[in-house]
């Protein structure tokens, strides 16, 4: 089976992707461990995308594709894969569809805006271990110290309020019109994300199942 997982950024997309990926035995592909990948192993699409990197810049469509073409072909995805994170934009689904890559389901983890902020903002990270904790969801035992190692707790940049409202715009402006592109398709299936994961996860299978 080959689908694809949309979501906006802190939707729980990526935890639902694995969990299926692990229960149906196929590959997660996500972008962004593609690009670093070819990156480490100095690859000829690596180092296309390591100039547009290195210069702060977004690595451009056709060099995505090109390394998700790339990827596609391997053995382990014969029997099906997850896109996490791929297709972006319209763009980029339609250069998948050019590929004649066929997609049978679009999984699209619908979170609100309001409670996607919640979530990320009220994250807080041990700056020792790494160890995650949340404000409200899990909080350490003392306000502002990790459990494991007494560490300072602190909040990612990516975490931060206007961060979170950027990255949620942008995902709006650029990834939500792939909704109307893949229901007009009749591939679209929407999971309503709940705030235990396993309820989510009940959903998502429900929708594979459909």
Not at 32 to 57: D, P, Q, Y
Request: with cysteine; charged share 30%; proline share 3%.
């Amino acid at each position: 089976m080959n689908l694809i997982f949309l979501g906006a950024p802190g939707a729980g997309k990526g935890t639902q992707a694995e969990i299926v990926c692990d229960k149906l035995n196929i590959p997660t592909i996500s972008t962004g461990n593609i690009i670093r990948e070819a990156l480490k192993n100095g690859t000829e699409l690596g180092l296309k995308a390591k100039s547009f990197i290195e210069s702060g810049k977004l690595v451009p469509d056709e060099v995505v594709i090109d390394i998700i073409k790339e990827r596609l072909a391997q053995d382990d995805c014969k029997e099906g894969f997850i896109l996490d994170g791929f297709p972006r934009t319209v763009v980029q689904a339609e250069a998948l569809d050019r590929m004649g890559i066929n997609i049978d389901k679009v999984i699209d983890i619908e979170v609100s805006d309001a409670d996607i902020e919640k979530r990320l903002t009220g994250r807080r990270v041990c700056s020792v271990c790494g160890s995650s904790y949340h404000l409200e969801y899990k909080k350490p035992a003392v306000d502002g110290i990790c459990n494991k190692c007494g560490g300072a707790l602190v909040q990612r940049k990516d975490d931060a309020p206007e961060t979170v409202r950027e990255r949620l715009a942008i995902y709006h402006e650029q990834t939500e019109p792939l909704k109307a592109y893949y229901e007009e398709k009749g591939k679209l299936f929407i999971v309503e994300g709940q705030e235990e994961v396993a309820d989510t996860t009940a959903l998502t299978f429900k929708a594979l199942e459909a």
